[in-house]
């Protein structure tokens, strides 16, 4: 763990200590390209860190639907079937992706940091 993440644990945000501005922000960092604009704009490491989820949500988020899409248009050739089953799969990861943005969002607004399982690494990197 890094000194950042302990000062962040050692420091709690409760949703008091979190502005209107802080409040828009951290939605933004869970609204696709929009995680941009608290990552460039905001100071507040706590925004900041939610806006670096956001991206590496989105950044992920796109690669799938594109993989899907890609393959679900080749296999689309092959048969209808296969064709409505990966557009099904596409709707799917789309309505999982917006109950996690969600998740995250309200997580957000209450001060808490939760790391997305399997991405949380990432964000330190950043």
């Known amino acids: 763990m890094s000194n950042e993440s302990l000062a ?3 420091n709690p945000v409760t949703p008091e200590d979190l502005d209107e501005e802080d409040k828009v922000m951290l ?21 900041r860190w939610h806006a ?11 690669l799938v639907f594109f993989g ?3 393959v679900g248009a080749i296999l689309a050739t092959l048969s209808k079937i296969l064709g409505w ?7 799917n990861l789309i309505l999982l992706y ?5 998740v995250c969002v309200i997580k957000a607004l209450r001060g808490e ?14």
């Open 68 to 70: 899907v899409i890609f």
């Open 52 to 62: 670096k989820q956001g991206l590496i949500l989105c950044g992920i988020a796109c």
């Open 98 to 102: 917006m109950a996690l943005a969600l």
């Open 8 to 10: 962040a644990e050692e």
């Open 27 to 47: 939605v933004f960092s869970y609204l696709w390209v929009l995680a941009l604009v608290p990552f460039m704009v905001t100071r507040r490491e706590y925004v």
């Open 85 to 91: 089953l990966f557009g099904f799969a596409l709707i």
């Open 113 to 126: 940091r939760w790391a997305i399982p399997f991405l949380g690494d990432l964000i330190e990197k950043i």
